[in-house]
């Protein structure tokens, strides 16, 4: 053999012990790491009785919160008067869906006394002169509407779909009749 081969031989020999050496140092840092990590997992006690109880013991806890809570709507979005709005023959609208307030659907004066078709807190009734209905005393019977009592104060309730003016509603509230039996409330 001739230098040149002898000292590329030798060239190939040492790379390959110094490549062999390298792979001895990382193969046993990674021994080293294996038995580091098998002795931390020793300690782990996965899927024990204890670990168990206190999953189960978040879950019912957060159900127990979940099953306090409240839900409650302020108004009823099925309500389609709160959508659709109905009015009159002028194009005035109509109130006729207030919870605490009378509506007057039918009026009939051939009856004596006269008598009137009221609904209140969507109870539908029908009232005469003297007849209370919720907090309301009805006072007066006339051909636009009703005249009703309540603290303190007299009201006029036309009838529901008929635009009275505001002068038509003070006749309807002031006059002789009214006046007698306002002293009696």
């Known amino acids: 053999m001739d230098r040149r081969t ?15 050496g390298m792979e001895v ?8 790491d294996r038995l580091k990590i098998l002795e931390e997992t020793s300690n782990i006690s996965i899927g024990t009785d204890e670990e168990l109880e206190r999953v189960i013991g978040d879950l ?9 809570f409240k839900f409650t709507l302020k108004n009823n979005p099925m309500k389609l008067n709160k959508v659709v709005f109905l009015t009159d ?9 207030q919870a605490n307030t009378i509506r007057v659907s039918g009026l009939y004066m051939n009856f004596d006394p006269p008598r009137a078709t009221v609904e209140y807190q969507q109870k539908e009734s029908q009232v005469k002169v003297g007849d209370v209905v919720g907090n ?8 636009n509407g009703i005249v009703a009592y309540r603290e303190g104060e007299a009201k006029f309730y036309p009838l529901q779909g008929r635009t009275v003016s505001a002068e038509a509603a003070r006749n309807s509230t002031r006059g002789p ?3 007698d039996e306002e002293e009696d409330y």
Request: aromatic share 14%; hydrophobic share 50%; no cysteine.
């Open 89 to 97: 023959d002028m194009g005035r609208l109509i109130q006729s869906m």
């Open 6 to 20: 002898r000292f590329f031989w030798s060239l190939t020999i040492l790379a390959g012990l110094v490549v062999f």
């Open 60 to 68: 019912e806890a957060e159900l127990e919160r979940r099953a306090d």
């Open 177 to 179: 009749q009214f006046d």
């Open 25 to 32: 140092y990382a193969l046993i840092g990674i021994r080293a």
């Open 136 to 143: 309301y005393k009805i006072i007066r019977i006339t051909e």
